[in-house]
């Protein structure tokens, strides 16, 4: 019997490139009160109880719960930095694809109790805070970049 609780997740940019991400939580949903339903305890039921507080019972933000953010850096072509902002393909948004019981070890030190907490913790979803983070990230990771490969000269 499986022990453990795996979360598969995905970064869909707005270019249509997708990343997926997962993380194992310790343990298995058990019953939060004497008014929750079984059929919480179960993986479905769990997902299903986790949804209802994700935007359009999909989208979160993954730093809101402190899960791993999958958007790609942008890569500088010939040099130049794309511009970000407004019309940037890239948001702080994930899509949550299923929960389902696995024998692997944990990667999150939470259990799935604790991640439900948190998730019906939130108020709302800051969007706009994770677009800013996602730029700046983005931005330094290429300044770090440029950084390590040194000054360019031009002759």
């Given at each position: 019997m499986a022990e453990n609780l795996q979360l598969k997740y995905l970064y869909r940019g707005g270019d249509g490139k997708t990343?997926?991400?997962?993380?194992?939580?310790?343990?298995?949903?058990?019953?939060?009160?004497?008014?929750?339903?079984?059929?919480?305890?179960t993986p479905e039921g769990f997902e299903a109880d986790i949804r209802r507080k994700f935007d359009g019972g999909e989208y979160f933000i993954a730093k809101q719960l402190k899960l791993p953010e999958l958007f790609p850096f942008i890569v500088p072509v010939d040099g130049e930095i794309p511009e970000l902002g407004k019309d940037s393909v890239h948001?702080?948004?994930?899509?949550?694809?299923?929960?389902?019981?696995?024998?692997?070890?944990?990667?999150?030190?939470?259990?799935?109790?604790?991640?439900?907490?948190?998730?019906?913790?939130?108020?709302?979803?800051?969007?706009?805070h994770a677009d800013k983070i996602n730029a700046q990230a983005i931005h330094d990771h290429i300044a770090r970049k440029k950084m390590r490969s040194g000054p360019s000269l031009e002759i």
């Open positions: 990343k997926i991400g997962w993380v194992i939580f310790k343990g298995m949903p058990e019953k939060q009160t004497p008014k929750t339903p079984p059929k919480t305890q948001h702080g948004w994930h899509e949550i694809l299923e929960f389902k019981p696995t024998d692997r070890k944990p990667t999150d030190p939470r259990t799935p109790e604790e991640f439900r907490r948190e998730v019906n913790a939130v108020k709302d979803w800051e969007y706009r």
